[in-house]
T-cell receptor
Framework: DGGITQSPKYLFRKEGQNVTLSCEQN?????MYWYRQDPGQGLRLIYYSQIVNDFQKGDIAEGYSVSREKKESFPLTVTSAQKNPTAFYLC?????????????FGPGTRLTVL | EDKVVQSPLSLVVHEGDTVTLNCSYEVTNFRSLLWYKQEKKAPTFLFMLTSSGIEKKSGRLSSILDKKELFSILNITATQTGDSAIYLCAVSGTASKLTFGTGTRLQVTL
């Protein structure tokens, strides 16, 4: 089965802790993305990567970090510097770096800070 | 800064009605406009539009783009309860990243 997997589905964190969200794809896609979705808002881009070992900040990168050591994997770390991390996090991938390639989404991780 | 505005924000219709969802945008070096349907978790891809005036159709859903007036519409005819979802519009410019609107929440009642 080809697709994008995210884990865990639900994550609870205490204030001051760093947590890492996993995103894996077996679609052989070059580009991967992390979005954050808050109630009543659309998706906002956190980070994206168009190729292994390279990534760029999106619109709301502060308080987050990523790595892209393998083509299949693009983990997102939510650091204690992120002021309001409770949200739904979506990972996506696309087959190329062109603007004409649609993005495919994983099932998401819901992060709650206690 | 790229911007996408969707309207209405939410909509309640009866099964069998036809609905039109709107998406207007401002983007540097427009490349494409995409529509997604989000039911519970992952958005699923519906359409990608790159050229003005060419309607894309899939079953009861259709969409068209107007690059002169900078908007797109998504039509759903003979709505069913399974059409209840958030419909997201996104645009891409020079980079491969997408800018999303806030979405339109559609509820179809019996």
């Amino acid at each position: 089965d080809g697709g994008i997997t995210q884990s865990p589905k639900y994550l609870f964190r205490k204030e001051g802790q760093n947590v890492t969200l996993s995103c894996e794809q077996n679609l052989n896609h070059d580009a991967m993305y992390w979005y954050r979705q808050d109630p009543g808002q659309g998706l906002r881009l956190i980070y994206y990567s168009q190729i292994v070992n390279d990534f760029q900040k999106g619109d709301i990168a502060e308080g987050y970090s990523v790595s892209r050591e393998k083509k299949e994997s693009f983990p997102l770390t939510v650091t204690s510097a992120q002021k309001n991390p409770t949200a739904f996090y979506l990972c996506a991938s696309s087959s190329g770096t062109s603007s004409y390639n649609e993005q495919f989404f994983g099932p998401g991780t819901r992060l709650t800070v206690l | 800064e790229d911007k996408v505005v969707q309207s209405p924000l939410s909509l309640v219709v009866h099964e069998g009605d036809t609905v039109t969802l709107n998406c207007s945008y401002e983007v540097t070096n427009f490349r494409s406009l995409l529509w997604y349907k989000q039911e519970k978790k992952a958005p699923t891809f519906l359409f990608m539009l790159t050229s003005s005036g060419i309607e894309k159709k899939s079953g009861r859903l259709s969409s068209i783009l107007d690059k002169k007036e900078l908007f797109s519409i998504l039509n759903i005819t003979a709505t069913q309860t399974g059409d209840s979802a958030i419909y997201l519009c996104a645009v891409s410019g020079t980079a491969s990243k997408l800018t999303f609107g806030t979405g339109t929440r559609l509820q179809v009642t019996l």
